[in-house]
């Protein structure tokens, strides 16, 4: 049971324009919401987060926006630069608990 | 952030060999780490959380006896694959969760480690 979904297995993206990746999730349960980066051979880092109790959270060209009636979240990256081309997690977690649901993940590929 | 090192991030063994994975948190003390492997193309998937100073608790479907977990002290955690063979070839990846991680569930990811097995 796939609780946390990105249905986009890759995503190709010009320089400067806007990088939208999304993620769908279906337990109600979750109230974190993180975006991890991952690089070939590398262990993933931390990008953003967002609580469930808020729809948007900005941190530089980095954009996390929450649905929650719609059980959808997406991370906005504008403008795209070269060195943003990875692998994109979306990963949950429930209230209290340790665990991490991730994603399938995204391969991010953007061109000059 | 927090960092979290690996070792060794490549390893080649024979099968029915076992194979050690350690993993650390350089500047800060981690009560619990926790294991995750990835196969290609998939997700992370969690073996395991790593308690410091008591049994490691397994996910559905992952076998305490092979795969061996110690969290020996606040900083060390070791992933031992017992009798490896090539159906355990993976991307093995631990992380550890600092103070401010345990409201957010934000972890600290180490470099992985690549384990094959001929």
């Known amino acids: 049971d796939q609780q946390v979904k990105q249905n986009s297995p890759s995503l190709s993206v010009q320089e400067g324009r806007i990088s939208i990746l999304n993620c769908d999730y279906t337990?109600?349960?979750?109230?974190?919401f993180l975006w991890y980066k991952k690089y070939p051979a590398e262990g993933p880092t931390f990008l953003i987060s967002?609580?469930?109790?808020?729809d948007k959270n900005e941190d530089g060209r980095f954009t996390v926006f929450l649905n929650k009636s719609a059980k959808h979240l997406s991370l906005h990256i504008v403008p795209s630069q070269p060195g943003d081309s990875a692998v994109y997690f979306c990963?949950?977690?429930?209230?209290?608990?340790?665990?991490?649901?991730f994603g399938t993940g995204t391969q991010l590929k953007v061109e000059l | 952030g927090a960092v979290v090192s690996q070792h060794p991030s490549w390893v080649i063994c024979k099968s029915g060999t076992s194979v050690k994975i350690e993993c650390r948190s350089l500047?800060?003390?981690?009560?619990?780490m926790f294991w995750y492997r990835q196969f290609p193309k998939q997700s992370l998937m969690l073996m395991a959380t790593s308690n410091e100073g008591s049994k490691a608790t397994y996910e559905q479907g992952v076998e305490k006896d092979k795969f061996l977990i110690n969290h020996a002290s606040l900083t060390l955690s070791t992933l031992t694959v017992t009798s490896a063979h090539p159906e355990d070839s993976s991307f093995y990846i631990c992380?550890?969760?600092?103070?401010?991680?345990?409201?957010?569930?934000?972890?600290?990811f180490g470099e992985g480690s690549r384990l094959t097995v001929l």
């Open positions: 500047d800060f003390q981690a009560t619990t």
């Open positions: 992380s550890a969760r600092d103070k401010t991680g345990a409201n957010t569930g934000e972890l600290f």
């Open positions: 990963a949950a977690k429930t209230g209290g608990g340790n665990k991490l649901t």
């Open positions: 967002i609580s469930s109790i808020k």
């Open positions: 337990n109600s349960m979750f109230d974190y």
